[in-house]
């Protein structure tokens, strides 16, 4: 088969840059973990009318290994709700539950089409309570960047977006205790001091309602403009993990493929390219010893093509796969050298005798 130049350039990023950059790197970032295993989400693309999550249930046995070394099949509320019929997702939570895997969805708290908490959990209520109809059980919910959204797309100040998303997080408390709530805020957009105040103020403002703060910290880092704008830095991420931790508040970052929208607009992206991205970012955030409570695997760039099967090239399942393997459970999947066999001895030529001076 033909190889695209993104397969190509994958080929190459495994054959060598994955063997050298290994031993030295990966051991570095296990030694920042706490002890407690991390916890692995995997959201497939929701791009051509879900095909990709569609996939995972039509072809089960073309993901057994994936499935065994995550936690959370994740994927956003309203595109579960809209996409997927009631048999197909009665059927589905069935199968969840015997491989148990946990349901996790990425829900509004305050967006363009709901500017309070209360009118976006009144929204997205008549969903959840179909998938509990339908035997899902929701493990946990990840608000889609409430702060990002009052700046940017609906004008709101920064107090505006406390309380109404206070305000949602009580809501959620009241009426399905058993859900945990995480925070996905973006960063650069958003400067590092920011997350520092954003969360330090939601959970006093939650205190102050007597109602439990956030469950886990969720990042997603627009990464390509590290390179593009030099905005940014690997380094200030781990500063955030680093002051999570000391709040005793789960960190998580979002693996994706940053560069994938500009790439595809040059017409240089394919399903390589995703593969690639996020074993970079893998290597690129283990090299400053970022090691997140959760390691999130989502796509929402329309790309891989195709979920399984987890052998194939390039597929959404490998992708996950293979990072957990690299970067989670630390069983490499890069082929190492053999070692070189010893070098021999050099032979030692006798030294010649001298001539005799006896006579006969």
């Given at each position: 088969?033909?190889?695209?130049?993104?397969?190509?350039?994958?080929q190459?990023?495994?054959?060598?840059?994955?063997?050298?950059?290994?031993?030295?790197?990966?051991?570095?970032?296990?030694?920042?973990?706490?002890?407690?295993?991390?916890?692995?989400w995997?959201?497939?693309?929701?791009?051509?009318?879900?095909?990709?999550?569609?996939e995972?249930?039509?072809?089960?046995?073309?993901?057994?290994?994936?499935?065994?070394i995550?936690?959370?099949?994740?994927?956003?509320g309203?595109?579960?709700?809209?996409?997927?019929?009631?048999?197909?997702?009665?059927?589905?939570?069935a199968?969840?539950?015997?491989?148990?895997?946990?349901?996790?969805?990425?829900?509004?708290?305050?967006?363009?089409?709901?500017?309070?908490?209360?009118?976006?959990?009144?929204?997205e209520?008549?969903?959840?309570?179909?998938?509990?109809?339908?035997?899902?059980?929701?493990?946990?919910?990840?608000?889609?960047?409430?702060?990002?959204?009052?700046?940017?797309?609906?004008?709101?100040?920064?107090?505006?977006?406390?309380?109404?998303?206070?305000?949602?997080?009580?809501?959620v408390?009241k009426?399905f205790?058993?859900?945990?709530?995480?925070?996905?805020?973006?960063?650069?957009?958003?400067?590092?001091?920011?997350?520092?105040?954003?969360?330090?103020?939601?959970n006093?403002?939650?205190?102050?309602?007597k109602v439990?703060?956030l469950?886990?910290?969720?990042?997603?880092?627009?990464?390509?403009?590290?390179?593009?704008?030099?905005?940014?830095?690997?380094?200030?991420v781990?500063?955030?993990e680093?002051?999570?931790?000391?709040?005793?508040?789960?960190?998580?970052?979002?693996?994706?493929?940053?560069?994938y929208?500009?790439?595809?607009?040059?017409?240089?992206a394919?399903?390589?390219?995703?593969?690639?991205?996020?074993?970079?970012?893998?290597?690129?955030?283990?090299?400053?010893?970022?090691?997140?409570?959760?390691?999130?695997?989502?796509?929402w760039?329309?790309?891989p093509?195709?979920?399984?099967?987890e052998?194939?090239?390039?597929?959404?399942t490998?992708?996950?796969?293979?990072?957990?393997?690299?970067?989670v459970?630390?069983?490499?999947?890069?082929?190492q050298?053999?070692?070189?066999?010893?070098?021999?001895?050099p032979?030692?030529?006798?030294a010649?005798?001298?001539?005799?001076?006896a006579?006969?």
């Amino acid at each position: 088969m033909r190889q695209s130049p993104g397969g190509m350039m994958a080929q190459a990023f495994l054959g060598s840059l994955g063997v050298a950059i290994l031993s030295l790197i990966v051991p570095q970032a296990a030694a920042q973990t706490t002890g407690t295993k991390p916890i692995v989400w995997m959201g497939p693309p929701g791009a051509q009318d879900g095909k990709c999550f569609r996939e995972l249930f039509e072809h089960p046995d073309e993901w057994k290994e994936t499935r065994s070394i995550i936690d959370v099949l994740f994927y956003a509320g309203q595109n579960i709700d809209k996409q997927f019929k009631d048999d197909e997702m009665k059927s589905w939570f069935a199968m969840m539950k015997q491989w148990g895997l946990k349901l996790g969805l990425e829900v509004g708290a305050v967006k363009p089409w709901g500017k309070t908490g209360e009118e976006v959990f009144n929204k997205e209520r008549p969903m959840w309570e179909r998938i509990q109809r339908l035997g899902g059980d929701i493990s946990a919910i990840a608000m889609d960047e409430p702060l990002k959204c009052c700046r940017m797309d609906i004008d709101k100040p920064d107090d505006y977006a406390v309380q109404e998303t206070a305000n949602f997080i009580a809501l959620v408390r009241k009426n399905f205790p058993r859900i945990q709530i995480g925070d996905i805020e973006t960063y650069p957009s958003i400067p590092l001091k920011d997350h520092y105040w954003w969360i330090e103020a939601l959970n006093k403002r939650l205190a102050e309602m007597k109602v439990r703060g956030l469950d886990f910290y969720r990042l997603d880092v627009n990464w390509a403009v590290f390179v593009v704008r030099n905005e940014g830095s690997w380094k200030e991420v781990r500063e955030l993990e680093r002051h999570c931790r000391e709040k005793n508040l789960p960190f998580s970052l979002i693996y994706w493929a940053a560069g994938y929208p500009a790439l595809q607009r040059k017409g240089i992206a394919d399903d390589a390219t995703w593969y690639v991205s996020i074993m970079q970012q893998g290597y690129d955030y283990a090299l400053v010893d970022g090691a997140p409570d959760e390691y999130v695997i989502e796509s929402w760039v329309g790309a891989p093509s195709r979920s399984v099967p987890e052998t194939g090239d390039f597929t959404f399942t490998r992708s996950v796969r293979d990072f957990v393997r690299t970067f989670v459970t630390k069983n490499h999947i890069a082929p190492q050298a053999p070692p070189l066999p010893p070098k021999p001895k050099p032979r030692r030529t006798p030294a010649a005798k001298p001539p005799s001076d006896a006579t006969s």
